[in-house]
């Protein structure tokens, strides 16, 4: 019922802006301060459409539910907020769904690599029926999953060569996150895949202990890695999401019409967050371009020799979320709009 409620609210969104509160219902808004954390900065993307989320959440609440944002991981790591959410000393956060595998296998359905091609088909696949699936498996361990927001599709670079076939892996000590189906992805194709956090990776590339790492454009020009780096390779081999997430032990504690409050306003946040991450990530591209790098698109026909190739990690994947999730990710994926 619970998520039936929540498919519910998301899909009345779909027709615009804020739904008003009538007289009635807004006898069913307490005052509330909903304590959201995050893990970037306030000037980020992800600042940005959390600024837009406590906003929202503000003006259809008549100023009862305030929102109260925490940048920088201030809160605590992703793990630490997930925690949080669960035990119930923490409202809301948005985060990677790569750390929520450890509390529902069945978001390691998101970190399989070539799974998407676009935007498009990403969008279509997380906003319907199985994306919303994976998000309620969350419910049994303690958390509730609104929408998905956007981290961006991954790319890579390095100092060696440029990556243009798969052979052009061998040899290149690549970072990757400390992720086991990346780190088999890397290796299937050839890579000497490194795991190594993202804290200790700039220097780690500036003094050539790794050649080369993959992230989204954005990360790549604000982390400054055309310092460091020669060559940016367009692959898109992995679409990181974004989720936002409430502790449902709170959730379960809000009248329906702070619920739909809530609701309405991530799904807003998150069409405004999706928009802005593509035209930063646009913009990083040219960006990187400026700054020096040499840029080059990996072809349909290298992407699907890579794909092939990586076939053991994704394997792991669906001995992880089990065939049936998978083929009805595949088949959703099918009706994406082109």
Do not use: C
């Not at 027709?15 to 009635?24: C, T």
């Not at 958390?143 to 998905?148: E, I, K, P």
């Not at 306003?265 to 591209?285: F, G, I, Q």
């Not at 092939?308 to 709009?337: C, N, R, S, W, Y």
Request: without cysteine; negative net charge.
């Amino acid at each position: 019922m619970k998520s039936l409620l929540i498919a519910a609210l998301a899909a009345a969104t779909l027709g615009g802006s804020l739904v008003a509160v009538s007289a009635q219902a807004a006898d069913d808004i307490r005052p509330r301060m909903i304590r959201f954390g995050y893990g970037l900065n306030e000037d980020s993307n992800q600042g940005r459409a959390a600024k837009l989320l406590a906003e929202e959440v503000a003006k259809a609440s008549g100023g009862k539910l305030k929102m109260r944002t925490f940048a920088s991981a201030s809160l605590g790591s992703d793990d630490q907020m997930q925690n949080a959410l669960i035990g119930g000393a923490q409202e809301m956060m948005v985060g990677s769904t790569a750390t929520l595998v450890g509390i529902a296998k069945e978001m390691a359905v998101w970190d399989t690599p070539f799974l998407f091609i676009n935007e498009k088909q990403a969008d279509h696949v997380l906003d319907g029926p199985v994306g919303r699936q994976v998000m309620d498996a969350l419910e049994a361990k303690g958390m509730v999953g609104l929408v998905y927001w956007e981290n961006g599709f991954r790319n890579l670079t390095n100092n060696v060569r440029p990556i243009e076939k798969m052979e052009d892996f061998n040899g290149v000590k690549l970072r990757v996150m400390p992720n086991p189906v990346f780190i088999d992805t890397f290796r299937q194709m050839g890579a000497n895949a490194v795991p190594l956090p993202f804290s200790e990776l700039f220097t780690a590339l500036e003094t050539k202990a790794v050649d080369g790492q993959e992230n989204p454009y954005n990360t790549i020009l604000s982390s400054k890695f055309y310092e460091v780096q020669k060559y940016l390779s367009v692959t898109n081999h992995v679409y990181s999401p974004w989720i936002v997430t409430a502790s449902k032990r709170w959730w379960d504690g809000l009248s329906k019409t702070e619920q739909e409050i809530i609701m309405q306003a991530a799904v807003k946040a998150r069409d405004a967050e999706r928009e802005d991450t593509r035209a930063e990530a646009r913009e990083a591209l040219a960006a990187i371009r400026e700054h020096g790098m040499q840029i080059n698109e990996v072809t349909p026909e290298e992407v699907a020799r890579m794909r092939e190739k990586a076939k053991p990690a994704i394997q792991t994947v669906i001995d992880t979320v089990g065939q049936p999730l998978f083929d009805q990710v595949q088949a959703e994926i099918a009706k994406a709009p082109q």
